[in-house]
């Protein structure tokens, strides 16, 4: 690479979902971008529930055609109380056709998702792949410099930083960050089932946490079971037989058989954010910019979702001749993100506290609500049209 190829208008570090993502959607807005992470095969058998705009989203990019085959539809979605309680909360169920969609959207394994991205990124005019780390970033008054863990020195007017929970991109820009650990941890892993799932997604509220029965394609289901971190220790270190006992226990048998494939992950629960979303010419999307725990599927829709407001920011900054990383660009960028990412961490946090809640009153609201929610078609569709996206995005792209 010769010294006229490393200036750029844009680059990205960080090369999970949300960072591909946006490297993509930012270079075709014309800006000149970079996207800086190494390349490697996804070896996570996690996957991903895309919701709203998400799938709209990797489709205008380009990617979804190269991935959709290997995605199961979501037409419905149950949630059934199994805490045992005195208080129980009626079940609810959201099916997609009430507000007019014939989906909710998909749940598809992250390799895939990845995979799809990777080859969009490569055959995507004016992004330039540097398969390094980013060994260090640093903010100047005119550009940030980045350097490569080769030594490659890289400048722009804006870094985006989607490199993850432990940002380089956010210590560089000075932001900092609040963390709060869930007395939570969440075990992951997919099974094989005898009964077919007719793409719903079922979650079993427990006194510890939900557990989700996501569809995959085929007799396959994907599993996220949060449960207090001795529990979820102990249903990690099981044997195959024995875990697929207990998941077909924790399902009631509503799947028949069930057996699981192999590969498992085990994490901790933490709620993260950022003091701000962007500063010193360097924005954060992805982890870098929030972390949830795995409850609504939100995580990486909302990754998803900062890669659509930064392309649409550096898209009026372009065309308005702006310097890219000037602070009035950025706050844009921020301001867009704010009410999303709080909204979101907000409603996430009050139901799962609802949820783990041992005191009578807080479990007559949290059945009240419920109650209320499954009762009244109105209010239920409302609640899911928000849980896809919040509407004022919609109104703010019809303003």
Known sequence: MSNTDASFDVIVVGGG????????????????????????????????????????????LGVWQMCSDRAAGLKAMRLVDDTGRLIRVPEVRFVADEIGLDLFGYNIANAAL???????????????????????????GDAVTVTSASGRVLTAQLVVGADGRHSLCREAAGIGVSRRTLQQAALTFNITHARPHHNVSTEFHTPQGPCVFV??????????????????????????????????????????????????????????????????????????????????????????RDGVDIAETVRQAKAAGEDLGAPQVIARYGAARRADI???????????????????????????????????????RLAMREGLSPSWRSARKAG
């Open 17 to 60: 979902p949300a960072g591909l993502a946006a490297a993509i959607a930012l270079s075709q807005t014309g800006a000149r971008t970079a996207l800086v992470a190494r390349q490697a095969p996804y070896a996570d058998n996690r996957t991903t529930a895309l919701l709203g705009g998400s799938v709209d989203f990797l489709d205008d």
């Open 114 to 140: 990845v995979e799809a991205l990777e080859r969009r990124a490569a055959e995507t005019d004016g992004l330039v792949r540097i398969t390094e780390d980013a060994e260090s970033v640093q903010s100047g």
């Open 215 to 304: 569809p995959l394609p085929g007799d396959r289901c994907s599993v996220v079971w949060v449960a207090a971190p001795k529990e979820a220790e102990r249903l990690f270190s099981l044997d195959d037989d024995a875990l697929s006992a207990a998941a077909e226990r924790q399902s009631h048998s509503i799947f028949g058989r069930v057996h699981v494939e192999p590969g498992r992950h085990l994490f901790p629960l933490a709620i993260e954010r950022p003091q701000r979303y962007a500063q010193n010419r360097i924005a954060l999307v992805g982890e870098a910019a929030h972390v949830v725990p795995p409850i609504g599927a939100q995580g990486l829709n909302l990754g998803l």
């Open 342 to 380: 709080l909204s979101r961490t907000f409603m996430i946090d009050v139901a799962n506290r609802s949820l783990l809640s041992d005191l009578l009153p807080m479990q007559s609201l949290r059945a009240v609500g419920m109650h209320l929610i499954g009762g009244i078609g109105p209010l239920r």
